[in-house]
């Protein structure tokens, strides 16, 4: 995780393997799970 300078949170990165719609619907939610959940870290 990589401490970010504008925010106390850390980012986390993802890495995401897939194609086609179940690919593109997990990143989606990867994409919108800050907004959705309180999480310790950003994605």
């Known amino acids: ?7 106390s949170r850390p980012q ?3 890495g ?3 194609t086609g719609f179940m ?3 997990h990143a989606l939610a990867f994409g ?3 907004a959705a959940l309180e999480l310790p870290a950003r994605i």
């Open 12 to 14: 986390l990165g993802i």
């Open 1 to 7: 995780m990589q401490q970010s300078p504008s925010t």
């Open 23 to 25: 690919g593109r619907a």
């Open 32 to 34: 919108s799970a800050n």
């Open 16 to 18: 995401l393997i897939g």
